[in-house]
């Protein structure tokens, strides 16, 4: 290395002297290394900053032939950074190498300055003199030591740069000229108590923006990507493709232009795929969303699952809204709730929180399990809810042609021209078991018990009915209602009807408003009744019997009615048999059971200190006031003991053959707890005792259920209370039932 030291004078910027001490070393890859210092007038050095210089060498001091670039006029470095006086520059690093110089001929540096720093900028000024770089002796001008010059961590002037990104911030800084980072290759990196918390690493497509923990990385050959943050010992963040994005979180995994906006060990390794957080979900399928949740699975291209726990979206374009336990394997399938399975293409299954797998069976179903039920609001719309099958169109909005009435709730359209087609199919009460063939129907209602089909009206405008059902067909026998029944059980019949008048007929003159039939025997006898009702004595006369019918097999049968008169009220307002005059019951009469009480207060209890009826007490009888007696706890001897219960007892008079059912007990107690209890006994008169409920208080109970009927023939019933000196006594309730008259 040649070390050459030469004065120049140079007007520059307000007329500042610059003087140089070069140094260039000269390598094997076409690099020589220059270092100058510069120093005004009075002894001070330029002001840090940045500036563009651009060099070229020759071999005389003025004119003569360029040795170097040979394909340019001079080699610019745009960005040359001044500190304390001092530069530094790499000639021939912007795309000239410098090739062989004479060792021992003279060559000459010519340098050129500008400012602001930067590609664009246009005012070079040339130093008047080139620097000589080869000699035996190098020139020797005064130079300023470093301890002479100012440093470069004061406080700029206004308008001036500085090298240094100072604690207290810059002023002047000069945008697209003025950077904090690197100029070579190497990857950026930021840190806070010496832990890495920020790297920038480079690469010519795209850099990559690593933050957080210190081992979150990008692949080997990856670009773009992006880690926000988070991340930690327990588990660090990867991008393994490039733009891949993970915004925090801990433990997350992003492929190819995929993310992951947090939460904890997901993994986003499909093409563009989403997680947005949540904790052990996968994306894995192109452009495959999981938008929360944990342990969901996004496996079919274009899927979604939109949070829950423990689904899978397998089918391409499938769709899982939430729940846990769900499956959309079928392409362009839904699933929601719990356990539903969409496995066929187009499907749509929801399930309810039963916990059972449901499942499609076929493509393009529409399958809802709804165990409290399902309702369906159309609002205004004309058209409330279509149900159509027997034909596909792909097209209609609504089945064409369109249904004769102008607007309904609801139409089940079954357009097959087939004897089994049905329109509308309802069934309650278990599985249904129907064999026969309607044939074509409009409304099929069944029912394992109870009806198959009901119809009801709570309009108060004349002619309103439940049902309306006509028969349009002028020819063949024809019915608007027809009832069949073909039980043989008792109560059993082909229609029923209720109301304030049962049945209303009407026909025009020459029709008949109501016909009843009983059918013969075959010898022409019957001794049923079609109706039979007659005024005066009798309003309704019913009579059992054997009624005869042929049935439709073909077969005879006999049913015998149990009532001769039956009536059912629901409304305990109603009356299933009423009369206004004299009734006679030639059989059993029985009627629904009534409820009846006996309350007992707390004055109809008596003090005692042993059993009643058997022993005489120490205390006299007296009756039980609203509070605990004023000696509660003074046992006969004198002795205060606040366990110590008193007993009470009061007789009861309950119906005889009622059937009881509950005991209510009423009380309170002071701040302490309490520890009382309520006994129903009976006794029998020869002093046998018996406890048919019982009530503790300190168990805090309430009530307790009895199953006994009433014998007052062999015995008598008391109530029997033990109370503490926190209780007060409010009373007794006993319910039970009569269900016979006495």
Same mark, same amino acid.
């Given at each position: 290395m040649r070390i050459i030291r030469l004065a120049v004078a140079l007007v520059l910027l307000g007329l500042v002297l610059l003087m140089a001490a070069p140094s260039i070393a000269q390598?094997?890859?076409?690099?020589?290394?220059? &270092?100058?210092?510069?120093?005004?007038? =009075?002894?001070?050095?330029?002001?840090p900053g940045a500036y563009s210089m651009r060099f070229a060498i020759y071999d005389s001091p003025s004119g003569g032939t360029r040795l170097w670039p040979l394909t340019a006029d001079f080699e610019v470095h745009p960005l040359v950074l001044v500190s304390g006086g001092q530069f530094t520059v790499a000639l021939g690093s912007q795309g000239?190498?410098?090739?062989?110089?004479?060792?021992?001929?003279?060559?000459?540096?010519?340098?050129?300055?500008?400012?602001?720093?930067?590609?664009?900028?246009?005012?070079?000024?040339?130093?008047?003199?080139?620097?000589?770089?080869?000699?035996?002796?190098?020139?020797?001008?005064?130079?300023?030591?470093?301890?002479?010059?100012?440093?470069?961590?004061?406080?700029?002037?206004?308008?001036?740069f500085s090298l240094a990104w100072l604690l207290a911030g810059n002023s002047g800084t000069n945008p697209g000229v003025d950077f904090l980072g690197t100029t070579d290759t190497v990857p950026f990196e930021i840190r806070v108590d010496n832990q890495p918390v920020l790297r920038i690493e480079p690469h010519p497509t795209s850099p990559n923006l690593i933050a957080g923990y210190r081992q979150n990385s990008a692949g080997l050959d990856v670009y773009g990507a992006t880690i926000s943050g988070g991340g930690s010992a327990a588990g660090a963040h990867s991008v393994s493709g490039r733009f891949g994005t993970i915004s925090g979180g801990t433990s997350n995994t992003a492929g190819s232009f995929a993310s992951v906006g947090g939460g904890s060990g997901n993994a986003a390794t499909g093409w563009g795929c989403t997680i947005s957080g949540g904790g052990s979900?996968?994306?894995?399928?192109?452009?495959?969303?999981?938008?929360?949740?944990?342990?969901?699975?996004?496996? @079919?291209?274009?899927?979604?699952?939109?949070?829950?726990?423990?689904?899978?979206?397998?089918?391409?374009?499938?769709?899982?809204?939430?729940?846990?336990?769900?499956?959309a394997s079928g392409g362009f399938s839904f699933a929601a709730g719990t356990h539903a399975g969409a496995l066929h293409k187009g499907s749509f299954v929801w399930a309810d929180s039963a916990g059972l797998d449901f499942q499609s069976t076929d493509d393009n179903q529409f399958l809802v399990r709804a165990f409290g039920g399902a309702i369906f609001n159309a =609002?205004?719309?004309?058209?409330?809810?279509?149900?159509?099958?027997?034909?596909?169109?792909? &097209?209609?909005?609504?089945?064409?042609?369109?249904?004769?009435?102008?607007?309904?709730?609801?139409?089940?359209?079954?357009?097959?021209?087939? /004897?089994?087609?049905?329109?509308?199919?309802?069934?309650? =009460?278990?599985?249904?078991n129907i064999r026969r063939n309607f044939g074509q129907v409009g409304v099929l209602g069944s029912a394992a018990s109870g009806y198959g089909v009901v119809g009801a009206t709570e309009g108060s405008t004349d002619g309103l009915a439940g049902g309306l059902f006509e028969a349009l067909s002028n020819d063949g026998v024809t019915f608007a209602v027809r009832g069949k029944n073909y039980?043989? !059980?008792?109560?059993?019949?082909?229609?029923?009807?209720?109301?304030?008048?049962?049945?209303?007929?009407?026909?025009?003159?020459?029709g008949k408003a109501v016909v009843a039939r009983v059918n013969k025997l075959e010898d022409g006898t019957a001794t049923g009744y079609g109706v039979y009702a007659e005024g005066g004595t009798y309003g309704v006369y019913g009579e059992g019997?054997?009624?005869?019918?042929?049935?439709?097999?073909?077969?005879?049968?006999?049913?015998?009615?149990?009532?001769?008169?039956?009536?059912?009220?629901? !409304?305990?307002?109603?009356?299933?048999?009423?009369?206004?005059?004299?009734?006679?019951? /030639?059989?059993?009469?029985?009627?629904?059971?009534?409820?009846?009480?006996?309350?007992?207060?707390?004055?109809?209890?008596?003090?005692?200190a042993i059993a009643p009826f058997t022993y005489a007490s120490f205390r006299s009888w007296s009756p039980v006031d609203a509070q605990p007696r004023e000696d509660c706890g003074i046992d006969k001897y004198g002795h205060y003991d606040p366990t110590t219960r008193e007993l009470y007892f009061a007789q009861l008079q309950l119906p005889h053959g009622a059937q009881l059912r509950k005991m209510d007990f009423h009380y309170s107690y002071t701040p302490g707890?309490? /520890?009382?209890?309520?006994?129903?006994?009976?006794?029998?008169?020869?002093?046998?005792?018996?406890?048919?409920?019982?009530?503790?208080?300190?168990?805090? @109970?309430?009530?307790?259920?009895?199953?006994?009927?009433?014998?007052?023939? &062999?015995?008598?019933?008391?109530?029997?209370?033990?109370?503490?000196?926190?209780?007060?006594?409010?009373?007794?309730?006993?319910?039970?039932?009569?269900?016979?008259p006495n």
């Open positions: 390598s094997s890859s076409g690099i020589l290394d220059f &270092t100058g210092y510069y120093q005004g007038p =009075g002894g001070g050095v330029l002001q000239y190498p410098v090739t062989e110089l004479s060792s021992t001929a003279t060559s000459y540096l010519e340098v050129a300055v500008c400012t602001p720093a930067g590609f664009e900028c246009t005012g070079f000024e040339p130093l008047p003199t080139r620097l000589p770089i080869s000699g035996s002796t190098p020139s020797s001008i005064e130079t300023p030591l470093p301890s002479e010059t100012t440093s470069p961590t004061e406080m700029p002037q206004p308008g001036q979900n996968r994306a894995s399928a192109d452009s495959a969303t999981v938008a929360g949740g944990e342990l969901n699975r996004a496996t @079919g291209a274009w899927s979604t699952i939109a949070g829950g726990v423990s689904n899978t979206a397998s089918g391409d374009s499938s769709f899982i809204a939430g729940g846990q336990y769900n499956t =609002g205004v719309s004309r058209f409330g809810m279509i149900v159509s099958s027997g034909t596909m169109n792909f &097209t209609a909005p609504v089945p064409v042609p369109m249904p004769l009435y102008s607007s309904f709730a609801f139409v089940g359209l079954n357009t097959r021209d087939t /004897d089994d087609a049905i329109g509308i199919w309802g069934h309650a =009460g278990g599985a249904p039980s043989n !059980d008792d109560g059993s019949a082909g229609a029923f009807f209720s109301g304030e008048i049962g049945v209303l007929a009407e026909t025009d003159y020459a019997g054997p009624v005869w019918f042929t049935t439709y097999t073909g077969r005879t049968s006999t049913l015998n009615p149990t009532y001769g008169v039956y009536g059912k009220a629901s !409304d305990p307002e109603a009356y299933g048999v009423y009369s206004e005059g004299d009734c006679h019951v /030639d059989g059993k009469l029985t009627w629904k059971p009534a409820v009846g009480y006996v309350s007992v207060g707390p004055i109809a209890f008596a003090a005692t707890g309490c /520890d009382s209890s309520l006994k129903l006994a009976r006794s029998d008169f020869s002093g046998n005792v018996t406890f048919l409920a019982e009530i503790e208080t300190k168990g805090g @109970g309430l009530s307790s259920s009895i199953d006994h009927v009433v014998d007052n023939s &062999t015995g008598f019933y008391y109530l029997f209370v033990a109370l503490d000196c926190n209780t007060t006594l409010h009373g007794a309730v006993i319910t039970y039932e009569v269900s016979e």
